[in-house]
Nanobody, 127 residues
């Protein structure tokens, strides 16, 4: 599976972005997906996860109520809608895929635990 994240940018605090992760290669529907982020000088952290069916979603406490993860099986794409952005959301955002690791197991993890991940997309939030 090849993953390509996009949609990052520079926004003011309170702004919004829609991050996309396009998947190619093997059957996208079989994979649980996750979004992770890493800020300069900080450890990477889990942001959101979505089950292979799309019926279950999970979020880090720091983004609950502000971020929404979704997936479109027809387009082989996972999205992360990020609203009410804060300067502390500034980071490189990565999407990742796993066959065996459930989306419910991603809390506290980094994208390195997944089977596949792509290059990140940078989100910078100015105060």
């Amino acid at each position: 599976v090849q993953l390509q994240a996009s949609g990052g940018g520079l926004v003011q605090a309170g702004g919004l972005l829609r991050l996309s992760c396009a998947a190619s290669g093997r059957t996208f529907n079989n994979y649980n997906m996750g979004w992770f982020r890493q800020a300069p000088g900080k450890e990477c952290e889990f942001v959101a996860g979505i089950s292979r069916s799309g019926s279950s979603t999970y979020y880090a406490d720091s983004v609950k109520g502000r971020f929404t993860v979704s997936r479109d099986h027809d387009k082989n794409t996972v999205y992360l809608q990020v609203n009410s952005l804060k300067p502390e959301d500034t980071a490189d955002y990565y999407c990742a895929a796993s066959l065996a690791r459930a989306a419910s197991e991603l809390a506290g993890k980094c994208h390195y635990v997944m089977d596949y991940w792509g290059k990140g997309t940078q989100v910078t939030v100015s105060s």
